[in-house]
């Protein structure tokens, strides 16, 4: 109060009016200004504890009306243009680029009770002090919006927010009763996002126990809960989840999926070795044990070839390197490798493509496919002939393919087969207009000539004249029908 009382005493003391004179102009400007600074003046003596002062606005209207508030942030808005003009114009020190900080006390403010502090300033106020302040009545917030920020929320309304995208707390359900309550309005509400969230709440915040015996009865909710711990790699608890279920071949399957998290070859074999005597069916029993044989044929097939590649005592291997391992390979791209690089040997070696064929039961659709592509790339023609030619019982040969000669015919092109070797297989197309489509993309000429030769079509053959080259063979085969 010292403080405040010698400030009052200086402010009278070092009051700039002069002693009224005649000689006084009456300008209505510079009393204007006196009276502005006579006000700002007032905030270097203006108490906290002074909160009883009556409130007056200049125009005699009550404070806090709309009006009035209008008129002062117009008057507000006036003032702090007629200073930024003033400071604009005052141009040439050296600190007149400085920001000056701007006063927490407005002629409003004042009048208002607000800002009685001027270190500190509000929340709002410091967000929007952009140097024009605007005051109006504060309205009050309609009663639905303070709703949102209230946790007196039934499990209905809970889910409906949620369904929505707001954020809400489930912490406020706290007995078993509400839990299901609220877990039935979400399996309800048919949004798997909402399940899915207050299975984690239900999953966090109840015994395991309850939790698996609850959702026993509650299929939709169980069915997320299982398909989000596997997306998770939850597996313990997944596990525990099967087993209480018991689901004994899931339970199993779970297991045997482990096995792709194990990077050591020989690991993982004694783990799928371990999984063959696991409660799956008896389909999945064998595909365990395939997987378990295959593995162990992949390891020996690589050791074995890894030594003849780094020895250099194999041609095929000089000729061809091997772009990977077979480590871990699928069988099918197993049994391509074994045509390509041991095609040749017996049938008692485990890298040979028979044994692979017998162990593992392939199709003959599936084993002709695969050795086909590989022999075809290596350019083996003689191969692929002997693969195709069958024997019967009266010792005659013919060609038979059981993936269809029209799929011979594209493979082998594909692999930039001769057009010799081509006409020999697009020959054996039956369909006549798939044989004539073949011949006519890949230029089999002769094949074209021979199929309108025997369907005694004229009129296609002569067009077909045009399009092979003139004085060739072909030309000369064509005239010679034509003729005959």
Not at 42 to 65: F, H, M, Q, T, Y
Request: hydrophobic share 35%; charged share 30%.
């Amino acid at each position: 109060m010292s403080r405040v009382r010698a400030d009052e005493e200086e402010y009278w003391h070092s009051s700039k009016f002069r002693a009224f004179t005649f000689d006084d102009e009456d300008d209505e400007l510079s009393q204007l200004k006196e009276s502005k600074r006579a006000v700002n003046s007032l905030r270097d003596i203006v108490d906290d504890d002074d909160d009883d002062l009556e409130r007056v606005s200049w125009s005699g209207e009550p404070v806090g009306s709309i009006s009035w508030s209008i008129k002062e942030t117009a008057s507000g808005s006036t003032s702090s243009l007629d200073g930024r003009d003033s400071s604009l114009q005052k141009g040439s020190s050296s600190y007149a680029a400085l920001p000056k900080q701007a006063s927490s006390y407005s002629l409003s403010s004042l009048f208002k009770g607000r800002n009685k502090l001027p270190s500190f300033q509000s929340l709002s106020d410091a967000l929007t002090d952009t140097g024009v302040k605007s005051y109006a009545p504060e309205l009050r917030r309609p009663r639905a919006e303070y709703k949102d920020y209230s946790s007196d929320w039934s499990p209905k309304d809970t889910v409906r927010r949620m369904q929505r995208g707001k954020v809400c707390s489930l912490e406020r359900f706290r007995s078993l009763q509400d839990k299901l309550v609220l877990l039935d309005e979400a399996v309800a509400g048919h949004d798997g996002n909402v399940i899915t969230a207050v299975l984690i709440f239900l999953k966090r915040t109840l015994r395991r126990e309850i939790l698996f015996r609850e959702l026993e009865v509650r299929q939709v909710a169980l069915c997320h809960l299982i398909h989000f711990l596997r997306e998770t790699g939850e597996q313990k608890f997944l596990l525990d989840l099967l087993r209480f279920l018991d689901r004994t071949e899931e339970v199993a399957l779970s297991q045997y999926r482990e096995h792709l998290n194990i990077q050591d070859v020989e690991k993982r074999r004694e783990f799928l070795k371990g999984c063959i005597g696991l409660p799956f069916s008896a389909e999945d029993t064998s595909h365990i044990q395939d997987h378990y044989t295959l593995l162990e044929r992949q390891i020996i097939i690589e050791a074995n070839d890894r030594h003849l590649e780094m020895a250099g005592q194999s041609e095929l291997f000089r000729k061809y390197p091997r772009k990977a391992s077979i480590l871990n390979m699928p069988l099918v791209t197993t049994l391509f490798y074994s045509c390509f690089y041991h095609y040749t040997e017996a049938e008692g070696m485990f890298s040979s493509p028979t044994n692979l064929k017998k162990t593992f039961k392939i199709p003959d659709k599936q084993y002709v496919l695969t050795a086909l592509a590989a022999r075809a790339k290596l350019r083996a023609w003689g191969d692929v002939d002997a693969l195709l030619t069958t024997k019967n019982w009266l010792g005659y040969t013919k060609k038979k393919a059981p993936i269809g000669f029209h799929r011979v015919v594209e493979i082998l092109q594909r692999n930039s087969a001769p057009v010799q070797v081509l006409q020999e297989y697009v020959r054996l197309v039956e369909d006549v207009e798939t044989r004539l489509n073949l011949a006519t993309k890949y230029k089999c000429h002769d094949v074209v000539i021979e199929t309108y030769r025997d369907l005694k079509d004229r009129v296609q053959l002569t067009a077909y004249k045009g399009k092979v080259e003139r004085g060739s063979a072909e030309e000369e085969k064509i005239n010679s029908i034509l003729n005959n």
